[in-house]
Every structure is written in C-alpha cells, then in structure tokens.
C-alpha cells in the first residue's frame, strides 16, 4: 500500500472554540453516555426495534469516512481504499479492528466476488453493552457492522452486508465479523433488514390508535346487538323474533339446529333455498364432528360460521352463519354476534328444559293422585283438560323398569334422572305422544292413551323405546310390562297391579310381557289368593320350592326355559350356554326330585303355570338370591 500518513486519514482542528475532524464540525461525546442512550432506548424500544436504528447510526458513519477516503486517495487501488475502514475506524475509538482473510473479484467496472473476514478488539458498544445488560445471546455490535456495510458500500458501489460471527457482549474473548455482497448473504441479510422496514413509532401509535378506536366500535356494535336480542328475551319472545332482530342487523342468514342436526328456526333463506343446501350442511356438520368454539368451514355453495351451544357443559345445539361465495365473513365481528347468539340460545334451551320439567312433575304427580284413587272420573278427565290430554277414552299403563350394571350411588342417580328424560323426550319428539310419566325406585310408569297409538300396536311403541335407550344408556337392562287395555281411568290402579305382574316375567332375552300373556294367571294372582297360588306352586314344584338357593334356583330356571322351548334340547342348551350333556344332567336331576316325566304335555302344563306363578309371587325373593 502507498505511504499514508495517519494525520491524512485524520485531522482534528480547533476554530473559534468548535472541534472539526477532517474539516466536518465533530462533538466528544464519552462511550458511557453512548451507553446511558443505549440503555434507555433498549429498555424503552426493544432490541429488536433498534437493531436496525444503530445498523443505520453505523452505516451513515462509514459512509461519511468512505466518502473521504474516496476523494482524498483515488489514486489507491479499491482493496487499498477498503483496507483503511478499519484503520480510520480505530482512529476513531470505536473498536481496534484488522482485516484476517480478504478477496475481491472485478470483472470491468463490476464486483462479481466480495469477502472480507476480521476481528474487534475492545468494541465500545460491547462493553457498554455488558455494563448495562451483561451477557446477552447473540451479537450487539450493531453500529460497527452498520460502519463497515456503509463504508465498503460507498467503496465497492455495490450493496454489501457485514454481520458478527461471535461478539464479545455475548461472552466471547473478542468480536469476529464477516462481510459479502448482499445478493450472497439471501435470507439471512432479508430478515435482518425487515427490521428496517418497521414503521417509525409515531406511524405505529397512529395505526394503533385507528385498530383501537375500530375494536372500540365493533365491541361497542357487539354490545348493542347483544342487548337488543336479551331485550326480546326479557320481554318473552321466541326464537324466531330474536333471529329477526340479529337478521335486520346484519343481513346474514341464520340457521340453529339441535344436537341431531334438527333445525329450530332459520332466517334470511326461504324453505327452498334452505331444502337445497340443508342436506349438505347436515352432512357437513356430521363429517366435521363437535368443536368447542366458532370455526369457519367451507362447503360447496359458500362458507359457514359456526359455534355449539352449551347448556349445563353438554352441547345440546349449534348457530351458524351462511355466506355466499361473494360475502367475506368479517370473522372478528360475526364470531363475536354469533357467540353471543350462542348465549341467548343456551338460555331459551334452559327456559324450554325447564318449563318442560315442571310439566313433567305436574303430570308425574297428576298420574300419582290418579292411581291413588283420590279424583272421580269427572275430576280426572277436567283436570287432563288442562295439559291437553283426554282421559275419557281407553288407555295403557307400562312399567318400565332398569337397572344399572356396574353399579355406582353417584352415577345411578344421573341415570335416573337420564332416563326420565329420555323417555320424556323420546315421547314427546320422537312420537309426539302426550303421556303421564310417573317415577318409583328403579322403575317408571307410564300411562298412555289408546286413541295416541291407534296406527301402531302398544308393544311396537314400547320396543322402539327400549331401543332408543338402550342406544343413549349403555350398561343398562330396560324390562316392560304393558298392562290390557282399561277403558275406565278410575281403575288405573288395577292396571298397574297388572304390569307389575307382567314384568316380573320380563328377561334380557324378552324383555317386553304384555299382561294379555299371562293368561288366566295374571287373573288368579293377586294379594287375596297369593297363599292359595303359593300352595299350587308348593304342590307343582314339590322340594325345589323348599329353603331355595342359587343351586335350585338354576334347576327352575333350567326348568323353566326347557318348558318354554318345547323340550327341544339344542334350543334349550343354546339359550342356557349349557353343552348338552351339562342340560341333560339338570333334566335327569329335575326329573328324580320331581318324579314325574317332563315330556307328558299335561305335567309340562302345570309345572309352566307354576313356574310363572313363581316368578310373580316370588319376584322379590329371587332378586334377593341373584343380588347376594
């Protein structure tokens, strides 16, 4: 390199009091109060805001001490004018810095290769750095790459880009830096120079205020149609008036449906619109499964805005909006809206469940003072009257009975109560039957209109039922009976002796017994004649009735369901899960207690009839022997 003089590089005069360096006015301005700058800005800013406010501070001084270079020494070579940066730049007191590897490719008047690798000693924005902040990840020398892009681009005429390998504030011995062509560094270069595209502070407290006072109308929007739809809540309206307000605001169509994708009401499409598109948001709805909060889903003729209403933690519905394929949802508003739609709904379910209840007991207890006989059939019928139900006609009364498996104390009172409600609801939606449901220890009774359930036999309704709430409960056995038809609802009380005893021969296996079944057995038992019967059942059954256990209860069960079958083993062994030669040794022990042939059609008779007549009699006592 030619002879420079460092005076060349650096002139520092006095004129008239003020300080001039390379003849442009200079202050002394102490590295602590860099420091002190430093520490406010950061802590007031963020680093990430003024990386690219000290990269830019750096990079106008390089540019300056460039320029200089440039027209005071053009008779250097470039590698030579580069070469000076980090001399002038410790001239300076910034940082003692030397150059370790360098390359420069010009191809004409273009720089097609550029590198430049070196260290910083005693980097003045490290140490105040560390002083203020200690040890911080990552590098901090923010000014000093900023000089050394700025310098080497007023040099080259090129865009560069210099950043820190290792940087002592990050607790390294000494700062190594880096320098190429910008088009080398790509993507590292790209995010560092986002930072610059910020918007200045003003700009953003400007924009922040606009976003501000904007959620302030839209919650404000939010707050005042939220109102308007408790107001007609207050007042008593329905549904459908509080969807004609929302639908009045913002001109989107509506729809609510329940938890089987049964819509209630809808507003903003006419039926038909609705018919030609229902299908496919029912099948939509299914495909996509319950969600816990307001999604966006698109579907073939549009998108849909969707949220599930809660009522006690149980989804027992969902509101959405429909778009057209021109209409942009405005998902911060409408989701808002449609939340709170969400809430006036759960509050009309709770209203509806809860009128429904009290219906429910008030015709519980009706069914109640029926049975005990308390009002005359004049009574009755005015007083049916009033929850739209005519008694004058003939009628029904069911026992349904259940039991929990898997017994629980907690758990089998929200059973009970699970299934009054879905025998409720199954009548009262799925039927559209206006029935008296009354509710016992482990059973519930049923009283049910002959005129309700012309079209359909009494035992179709009643097996339809038990499958729906075998489908709903799990771990449940249902048991029915169903009483005869009774014209006069003054004997409703007979009626319910009847199903008591019908149920009693229920099973898994046929879980429905009409009392028309029992023949002139379900006639004979009742409380005056029960000895009487017991005696016939004594006679009939001989030891096996004697001190019974769970041995000689399997010998009549056996018994019972080889009878039933018309002795036919294979059916017999089946049912039982018995192998044949275990079922022929129950029947050769049966046959010697009983000493009577069990193929003689009359003796198979009379033990049948004592079998059932067992059964109801003695209901309480083989519940006993199966629970112990």
């Known amino acids: 390199m030619k002879s420079i003089k460092l005076n060349d590089l650096l002139t520092i005069r006095q004129e008239n009091e003020l300080w001039f360096a390379n003849n442009e006015r200079s202050v002394f301005v102490s590295t602590r109060a860099f420091g002190a700058m430093q520490r406010d800005l950061i802590e007031n800013m963020g680093i990430n805001r003024l990386k ?17 270079v440039v027209e005071n020494n053009q008779s250097l070579s470039l590698m030579e004018q580069i070469e000076l940066g980090p001399i002038i730049h410790a001239l300076k007191g910034y940082t003692k810095s030397r150059i370790t590897e ?29 002083k203020n902040f200690g040890n911080r990840q990552g590098p901090v020398c923010y000014t000093l790459t900023g000089y050394a892009t700025g310098y080497i681009k007023a040099i080259l005429g090129e865009d560069v880009f210099f950043k820190e390998l290792q940087c002592q504030g990050d607790g390294a011995p000494c ?87 049964h819509v209630i009401a809808y507003k903003g499409i006419t039926p038909q619109e609705f018919i030609s598109i229902g299908s496919e948001l029912s099948e939509f709805s299914v495909g996509r499964g319950c969600h816990t909060k307001v999604k966006i889903f698109t579907f073939k003729n549009g998108i849909s805005l969707k949220t599930p209403i809660y009522l006690l933690g149980q989804i027992v519905g969902h509101c959405y909006f429909i778009y057209d394929k021109e209409r942009i949802p405005n998902y911060e508003i409408d989701s808002m809206i449609l939340d709170r739609l969400a809430s006036i709904c759960s509050l009309l379910f709770l209203k509806e469940k809860t009128e429904i209840e009290s219906m429910e007991q008030v015709k519980g207890h009706f069914l109640e003072e029926i049975i005990s006989g308390k009002y005359t059939k004049q009574e009755i019928t005015r007083k049916a009257d009033f929850i739209q139900l005519d008694l004058s006609d003939a009628f029904y009364v069911v026992t349904l009975n259940y039991k929990f498996l898997n017994a629980n104390a907690e758990k089998e009172f929200t059973l009970y109560k699970k299934t009054f409600e879905m025998v409720s609801t199954y009548f009262r939606e799925e039927k559209n039957l206006n029935i008296l449901i009354g509710q016992q220890p482990e059973s519930l009774i049923l009283l049910i209109t002959e005129k309700q359930v012309h ?74 004649n029960e000895q009487a019967i017991k005696k016939i059942i004594r006679e009939q059954l001989g030891v096996l009735y004697e001190n019974i256990d769970d041995n000689k209860l399997d010998l009549l069960e056996t018994l019972y369901h080889f009878l039933e079958q018309g002795g036919n083993l294979d059916q017999t062994a089946d049912h039982l899960a018995l192998s044949k030669s275990g079922l022929r040794y129950r029947l050769n022990k049966i046959t010697t207690i009983l000493d009577c042939d069990l193929r003689n059609p009359q003796k198979q008779f009379q033990l049948m009839m004592a079998l059932k007549a067992f059964k109801i009699v003695e209901h309480d006592r083989i519940k006993q022997l199966q629970i112990e």
């Open 52 to 68: 690219a406010f000290f990269f830019k501070y750096g990079f106008q001084l390089g540019l300056e001490d460039a320029e200089d």
């Open 102 to 130: 360098k390359e420069l490719k010009v191809e004409g008047n273009k720089v097609t290769s550029f590198y430049l690798k070196g260290v910083w000693e005693n980097s003045y924005e490290a140490e105040q750095h560390l």
């Open 175 to 261: 700062c190594v830096w880096e320098g190429r062509l910008l088009s080398e560094w790509k993507q590292e270069a790209a995010e560092f120079f986002s930072y610059s595209k910020e918007l200045p502070i003003l700009k953003e407290l400007e924009q922040t205020n606009e976003k501000l006072i904007m959620e302030r109308n839209n919650l404000a929007f939010v707050s005042k149609t939220y109102n308007d739809l408790t107001n007609e809540l207050i007042k008593g309206n329905n549904i459908d008036s509080i969807l004609h307000i929302l639908y009045k605001q913002n001109q989107l169509p509506i729809v609510i449906e329940d938890s089987r994708q």
């Open 455 to 528: 079209q359909q036999h009494i035992e179709k309704v009643i097996k339809t039922l038990i499958a729906y709430l075998k489908k709903h409960i799990k771990n449940a056995l249902f048991l029915a009976g169903i009483s005869s038809k009774n014209s006069n609802i003054v004997e409703a009380r007979g009626a319910l002796d009847e199903v008591r005893s019908a149920v009693r021969l229920s099973s898994r296996d046929q879980p429905i017994t009409l009392f028309s079944d029992l023949g002139v057995l379900g006639i004979l038992i009742n409380n005056e």
